[in-house]
């Protein structure tokens, strides 16, 4: 290999000059102005809201996400972290019955909201018809996408019944009616890289009448 | 047990448990969010600090100076480790890269220090302010470029996919130059993700000089032994856990740096630390599939018999790495009497290459089908009637050697019947649907199965419940349901009376999640232990082991009976027993077979792929549970899809990194994307495999899939993509006119 007479590339000099940008831009450092200095941490923010029904009060760092509050302040971890970056749906929640990605969420954005987790909708021994359907069509494999999966599927039920129109709606005046494309556009942004979505499909056409 | 001649009759042949569709056991856990995964162990882990990677951003070089003053001044930071205050670490066995760089860097991403704090924010926020200068130099990271040097290699997948650098039957070159109707082909199939959806995550507590890891690894005992060789401690010091793993593909069968700097994070800050490699890192820090750059030639008489064989491929990796085995798969598939199989190697600084589901076969198949189609098309034959006609019983290198079981052809011609097959138009672009160019493919799968030694602890204990132990893993694989069904099978019992433990390097050692070898192998081990329980049970209940029949919960001798339970209550028996293996997998080719068709829709005015219908015809000896590996299955062909029509790690070349390194732009199948699946097994119970006769499935399922949607396009298109993925812009401009 040939051995560069290589300057010495500083994260200041990669800064400065603009042919290196995408090694810069994909490096936490890039977040960081140079000679700045870290402040104190700012004081708690708190913040309320129900979760699964419980009036939950915590003080937060303003940064904490939504995703983050629940798994690691109220050690609610059916909740997923799949991607941190709203790429994924693993951490699909219920805020008010709407379906949103939790991890793009901050904590304090959700003052007096009202949140259903996947520990929400059932357990082990009560199983919510969802969970129990995708136990019976083995809608699931390794388990890590499943509760964003169920919780985007209590979502697109309830969307399509108050006519939220998607994609793949011939007329998008008219009702959406559930049919197995309509659910397989609308939980697209749920991945399962195990590749389960025949069978989720199945269980979700199950709860819903049987109509795929 | 040493299994070293064909299975006779055994408890398991009752299939009254295994070898039936069981919903999984760990289901209501999973549907509800309560199986606790490597980052979700607050029960055990009360107080942890966090910790939060920093990975290179070079590709190739050197760092010159670390600043850590404003990172350690920042609120809440505990402790930051980079390889300058980590102390000597070793290498895993199973690395081909380091896992801390410092100060060289061997790739981009490679982990270079892990700040820990006492919340993740504060972890985050003071990851960005570790100032690292570094002096870049320059890295081989074209694969095209470095191929052209590189020189010829064998290698194995370190999971038993293995071939030599050369082999050669015959006269390939004067048979191929004789040969009447001839195929000279290059194909490419890019670098690929597995993209888990769980990220590679560890919590790490110390006591003393013991360390506990909570962590997502497919092979407990392969972890273990590489996180004390790095650390530098006896691993009699380490328990090392994975009840629940989100997913692995390969991914997760080594030591990764989310447990090594857990560890080490922990030390240094003299409490638990728990680490979520964060998913932006995940593509260039961990491993990937290798692209790979294949040729392939056939040489057939015109009646379609091959007379000639060749394929090569190049990969690249580390400097130390193995190549991608895509030609595994034609030393064994078809007949030829002539035959020439090679691989190069190149070495490249992008990150390390290693194995991800059904390495090898995977992108080999990808290939060698498309080019089993070009040639069918050559000859004007059908190509399954090409694929039948060049079947064979025997290894083609050691004709000596016979399948022990191969149905390749049945389920050719039964999956042609079942998907209408005879509706396909063999000429290409002739059927359109409205908008969309309609077209058929067919692809051969193969996968060889694999014997790995597998142990296993079964108790025995009050009220007759039975508990297995094993270090075996359940990646989605449904491992915690086959194995409550083969213990429920061999001691009488009903499968809610069996209790199934796993991924602790406490228990026995396993063969592990991989190589489609963990199913088989890990229930055989589970059979053994059974069989040892059952001899302990008829010892103690006077039994004559021999002709003890356990049923229904009830020990059978003769005209006695009595409860199972009865046999625990002086106590709890234990018994342990592994699987080994003898000769019979030399003596035989283990291998599984099946078919893949497939339907696709090509937008005539924009060539956007839909996959329309899915069908595979799998014959892998026993099926212990046909609805979990149903899953498995379409699991795999789910893979197949995005290898065919979407997933592709884009390299920059000039700087060396996959550009496309998070969940956004590393694209796999979504929702939209896949049509309902069919799936079906064959009959078959393979007595030369194990005691379950059973094979693998899970890797077989994507071996031919991607190569099926490819023929499908083509012949939806008439225009062939050699260059996977079939993205649109690789045919658009050559599609039929618009009248």
New interface residues.
């Given amino acids: 290999?040939?051995?560069?007479p290589?300057p010495?590339?500083?994260?200041r000099g990669?800064l400065a000059g603009g042919a290196?940008t995408?090694?810069?831009a994909?490096?936490?450092?890039?977040?960081?102005r140079?000679g700045e200095?870290?402040?104190?941490?700012p004081a708690p923010v708190k913040v309320s809201f129900k979760v699964n029904g419980e009036r939950r009060d915590l003080a937060l760092?303003a940064?904490?996400t939504l995703l983050?509050a629940l798994?690691?302040h109220l050690?609610?971890?059916?909740?997923?972290?799949?991607?941190?970056?709203g790429?994924?749906g693993?951490c699909t929640v219920l805020v008010d019955g709407v379906r949103i990605n939790s991890c793009l969420s901050l904590a304090v954005m959700h003052e007096g909201d009202d949140v259903t987790?996947?520990?929400g909708?059932?357990?082990?021994?009560k199983?919510h018809p969802l969970?129990?359907a995708?136990?019976?069509h083995?809608g699931?494999?390794?388990?890590?996408?499943?509760?964003g999966q169920?919780c985007s599927a209590v979502g697109v039920l309830d969307e399509i019944k108050r006519g939220v129109p998607s994609h793949v709606q011939g007329d998008i005046a008219a009702s959406p009616a559930f049919s197995?494309?309509e659910?397989?556009?609308r939980?697209?942004?749920?991945?399962?890289?195990?590749?389960?979505?025949?069978?989720?499909?199945?269980a979700i056409a199950d709860v819903a009448g049987g109509k795929a | 047990m040493k299994f070293e001649t064909p299975a006779g009759d055994n408890p398991i042949d009752r299939m009254t448990v295994v070898g039936r569709a069981h919903a999984r056991i760990d289901g209501p856990l999973k549907t509800t969010g309560t199986a606790p995964y490597a980052y979700e162990h607050h029960r055990e882990i009360a107080d942890p600090a966090y910790g939060y990677v920093v990975g290179a951003a070079i590709g190739k070089g050197r760092i010159s100076a670390i600043d850590l003053t404003q990172a350690k001044a920042a609120p809440g930071v505990i402790a930051i480790v980079t390889a300058d205050n980590a102390g000597k670490l070793g290498k895993g066995k199973f690395n081909t890269v380091k896992l801390l760089g410092g100060p060289e860097i061997d790739h981009y991403h490679q982990a270079v220090a892990i700040v820990v704090a006492e919340t993740f924010e504060q972890a985050r926020a003071a990851a960005a302010l570790v100032r690292l200068d570094y002096a870049r130099a320059e890295g081989r990271f074209d694969l095209d470029t470095a191929l052209k040097t590189a020189p010829l290699a064998g290698g194995s997948s370190d999971e038993g996919s293995g071939s030599p650098g050369v082999d050669r039957v015959g006269q390939f070159e004067q048979a191929f130059a004789a040969a009447p109707v001839k195929l000279d082909a290059h194909y490419s199939t890019p670098d690929q993700s597995h993209a888990m959806m769980e990220p590679f995550a560890s919590i790490a507590a110390w006591r003393g000089d013991e360390l506990t890891v909570w962590t997502s690894n497919q092979m407990i005992a392969w972890g273990h032994g590489d996180l004390a060789r790095t650390l530098g401690i006896p691993k009699e010091k380490i328990r090392f856990l994975s009840p629940y793993v989100g997913g692995g593909f390969g991914g997760k069968l080594f030591l990764r740096t989310d447990a090594v700097l857990a560890a080490l994070g922990a030390r240094a800050a003299g409490r638990p630390v728990k680490v979520a490699l964060q998913r932006p890192l995940i593509p260039n820090n961990t491993t990937h599939r290798p692209a790979t750059r294949q040729h392939i030639r056939i040489g057939a008489t015109k009646d379609g018999t091959i007379t000639a064989i060749a394929h090569d491929s190049g990969s690249g990796d580390q400097p130390g790495g193995e190549p991608e085995t895509a030609v595994n798969q034609t030393k064994l598939l078809y007949a030829g009497a002539n035959r020439r199989i090679s691989m190069h190697l190149a070495v490249l600084d992008l990150p390390e290459g290693n194995a991800m589901r059904a390495p090898g076969e995977a992108p080999g198949m990808m290939a060698l089908e498309i080019a089993i189609d070009e040639m069918a098309e050559k000859l004007g034959m059908d190509p399954i009637a090409f694929r039948i006609k060049n079947d064979t019983q025997v290894d083609p290198e050691k004709p000596e050697r016979r399948f022990s079981e191969r149905q390749l052809v049945r389920c050719l011609e039964d999956g042609a019947k079942r998907f209408g097959w005879s509706r396909r138009n063999p000429k290409p672009a002739q059927v359109r649907d409205g908008r969309w160019l309609v077209g058929m493919g067919v692809a051969a799968a193969f996968r060889n199965h694999i014997n790995m030694a597998s142990g296993a602890r079964v108790r025995l204990g009050q009220g007759g419940v039975v508990t297995v132990e094993t270090d075996m893993t359940d990646i989605g694989t449904g491992s915690y349901t086959i194995i409550a069904q083969t213990a429920a099978e061999m001691m009488g019992v009903p499968v809610d009376a069996v209790v199934v433990k796993l991924g602790d390097s406490r228990f026995p050692v396993s063969a592990g999640s991989g190589g489609q070898f963990g199913a088989a192998n890990a229930t055989a081990g589970v059979y053994a232990a059974c069989v040892k329980l059952r001899e302990a049970v008829a010892q103690r209940l006077g039994f004559n082991s021999a002709d003890t029949v356990f049923e229904g919960g009830k020990v059978r001798s003769g005209n006695r009976s009595t409860d199972l339970a009865q046999a625990a209550n002086a106590g709890e028996l234990v018994a342990e027993d592994k699987i080994e293996f003898g000769k019979l997998g030399d003596t035989y080719q283990l291998s599984t077979f099946g078919a893949h068709f497939v339907e696709v829709g090509v937008d005539a005015f924009t060539g956007v792929t839909r996959v329309r219908r899915m069908l595979a015809v799998c014959a892998a000896g026993r099926i212990l549970n046909p609805q979990t590996a149903r899953s498995q299955v379409i699991g795999a062909m789910t893979m197949g899809v995005g290898g065919a029509l979407m997933e592709e790690l884009a390299v920059d070349t000039r700087f060396g990194f996959f550009v496309n390194h998070d969940l956004a732009g590393y694209e796999v199948p979504v929702h939209a994307d896949i049509p309902h699946q069919e799936v079906v097994f064959l009959d078959e119970a393979d007595d030369k495999a194990n005691p379950m006769k059973a094979k693998g499935v899970g890797e077989l399922g994507l071996c031919g899939v991607g190569a099926a949607v490819a023929n499908a396009v083509y012949n939806a298109t008439g225009v062939r993509v050699r260059d996977y993925p079939i993205t649109l812009d690789k045919h658009l401009e050559r599609l039929p006119a618009l009248v």
Avoid at chain 1, 1 to 4: G, Q, R
Avoid at chain 1, 8 to 11: A, T
Avoid at chain 1, 75 to 85: E, I, R, S, Y
Wanted: charged fraction near 20%; charge should be negative.
């Fill in positions: 290999m040939p051995n560069m290589e010495v590339v500083s994260r990669v290196a995408a090694v810069v994909a490096s936490p450092a890039n977040a960081a140079v200095r870290p402040a104190a941490d760092d940064r904490t983050d798994r690691e050690h609610l971890t059916g909740t997923k972290k799949g991607c941190d970056h790429q994924c693993a987790t996947v520990e909708l059932g357990t082990p021994e199983l969970q129990a995708f136990v019976k083995d699931y494999q390794c388990g890590y996408c499943t509760p169920i197995n494309i659910v397989r556009e939980m697209s942004g749920n991945i399962c890289r195990c590749g389960a979505y025949s069978n989720i499909a199945e």
